[in-house]
């Protein structure tokens, strides 16, 4: 029972069908080896909410582990930097201020584009976030949005009836994820030598996936929220070079290599830059302009280098006393023939 659940609650109390909304998710599935030779794991979640951004008074988002409030870290500060933003949406942009709405940024790309659009940055701080456990396992996130730009608040895109847009993009990262909540780890079995250098890990990802919920942290998280519908869905594994035999319920679209110098700032500083860093990429996106879907699921597999001492020390081990049995064997059968000749001098 291990699904994220992520649900929405308007300002109002009109129907959750009535107000179309619908939201894109990008999702960054994040294993960074650190100088100690351990990995750091941790999620960034990307919500872009369509055009009824301003009826949207939370986003909220249910795991099925604890998380604790110093655990959650607003991204939306770093990408106000125009080259990293331009390296995470693969499209260039220029961020502007908006006057009266300081949390906010005014994104729009720098040449006329189908595929790219302008959207507002909402940076989130420690009041946007509410934590509180769920029984009897979990935490919920609730990502209150607080505000909205002053009309239009800057250059928005227009749809058909020439009515502007108010995307609204925000972003933050849970760390501290536990082991067993959606990353599994096991030795590899059937190869004592291999298993003495390499681990298995398992990362079965779930979205609102309500048979997988416990059933009481389902009806506590509904009561007054709906779940989220998408319509395009981007899921990021990034791994270190060390990460082998990429395998998943589906093939990935993509993968490419980072750029350490461009993403340190938004990674961190304690990250072992000496092991290449590669993101493998899965999408999804509805056939239809108006097809979405409220659910998701991926699962993937992958072999990397972990050494394990107590492993090679039992090797070593077994080597030298396979080696001490073996010395001792062939000096006992150097020593046969003068056994026998003593034996035959013994008799006479």
């Known amino acids: 029972m291990n699904s994220i659940g992520i649900l929405y609650t308007l300002r109002n109390s009109s129907e959750p069908s009535k107000n179309n909304v619908s939201a894109e998710l990008h999702v960054n ?82 040449s006329n584009s189908e595929k790219a659009h302008p959207f507002w940055l909402y940076v989130l701080g420690e009041n946007n976030f509410k934590v509180s456990d769920i029984k009897p396992n979990g935490s919920i996130v609730n990502v209150q949005i607080l505000s909205t730009p002053k009309k239009n608040g800057g250059i928005q895109p227009a749809s058909n009836d020439k009515k502007p847009k108010r995307n609204l993009y925000f972003r933050f990262r849970v760390e501290d994820i536990p082991e067993n909540s959606i990353f599994y780890e096991e030795n590899i079995s059937n190869d004592f030598l291999q298993s003495a250098f390499s681990k298995t890990e398992m990362i079965d990802f779930r ?59 938004y990674i961190g500083d304690n990250y072992d830059n000496t092991r290449k860093l590669i993101a493998y990429h899965w999408c999804w996106k509805g056939a239809a302009n108006d097809q979405t879907r409220d ?33 001792i064997v062939w000096d006992a059968i150097k020593a046969f023939p003068c056994f026998i000749n003593w034996i035959v001098e013994l008799c006479k």
Request: glycine content about 4%.
């Open 29 to 110: 599935y994040w294993k960074v080896p650190i100088r100690n030779g351990a990995y750091k794991r941790f999620l960034d979640f990307g919500i872009f909410i369509n055009d009824v951004a301003r009826d949207v008074s939370s986003v909220s988002f249910y795991f099925p582990f604890k998380v604790e409030a110093q655990s959650l870290k607003d991204l939306g500060e770093s990408l106000s930097k125009s080259e990293l933003l331009c390296t995470l949406f693969n499209n260039d942009y220029v961020v502007r201020n908006i006057n009266g709405s300081p949390s906010y940024f005014c994104i729009s790309p720098s």
């Open 207 to 265: 979205i609102n996936e309500v048979r997988e919920m416990n059933p009481k942290a389902y009806e506590e998280i509904t009561k007054d929220k709906t779940f989220l519908p998408f319509s395009k869905i981007h899921f990021f594994f990034v791994g270190s070079s060390e990460d082998e035999q990429i395998a998943g319920n589906t093939d990935y679209k993509d993968c490419r290599l980072l750029n350490y110098d461009r993403w340190q700032a």
């Open 295 to 327: 659910r998701y699921s991926i699962f993937i597999k992958t072999v990397y280098k972990s050494i394990k001492w107590k492993t090679i020390l039992k090797y070593c081990s077994v080597v030298f006393g396979l080696s001490l049995v073996s010395a």
